[in-house]
């Protein structure tokens, strides 16, 4: 399954406006990149990940829809799944959008 280019769309639209985003493909999806540190994918799995403070991905996992990112069979914090019904509207969305381009501008450029 190839990623959703609609959602892609979305998500670009969003962060239209940001310094230093890029686009690559990555896992199967379009990952956005805010400089150089990976913010977001368009899934090839269907929906999105986001990237999160580690902190905080217990307390965002009560979001309807997302879950444990999970890579090699382990659980990777500061990473979640968002399923596609939980990024239908775009107030939806920008959530996590937010959520993942703020943490990524935090991070050291790359």
Same mark, same amino acid.
């Given at each position: 399954?190839?990623?959703?280019?609609?959602?892609?769309?979305?998500?670009?639209?969003? &962060?239209?406006?940001?310094?230093?985003?890029?686009?690559?493909?990555?896992?199967?999806? &379009?990952?956005?990149?805010?400089?150089?540190?990976?913010?977001?994918?368009?899934?090839?799995?269907?929906?999105?990940?986001?990237?999160?403070?580690?902190?905080?991905?217990?307390? &965002?996992?009560?979001?309807?829809?997302?879950?444990?990112?999970?890579?090699?069979?382990?659980?990777?914090?500061?990473?979640?799944?968002?399923?596609?019904?939980?990024?239908?509207?775009?107030?939806? &969305?920008?959530?996590?959008?937010?959520?993942?381009?703020?943490?990524?501008?935090?991070?050291?450029?790359?």
């Amino acid at each position: 399954m190839t990623y959703d280019l609609d959602l892609a769309y979305r998500i670009r639209g969003m &962060l239209a406006t940001e310094c230093g985003v890029d686009e690559r493909s990555m896992f199967g999806g &379009l990952a956005f990149l805010i400089n150089g540190n990976m913010a977001l994918a368009a899934s090839g799995q269907g929906g999105i990940m986001v990237r999160v403070a580690p902190e905080e991905t217990e307390s &965002l996992l009560e979001f309807d829809h997302t879950e444990p990112m999970i890579m090699s069979g382990r659980e990777a914090r500061g990473w979640l799944r968002v399923s596609d019904d939980g990024i239908r509207t775009e107030r939806q &969305l920008q959530r996590w959008v937010t959520l993942g381009s703020d943490y990524a501008r935090k991070l050291p450029p790359k």
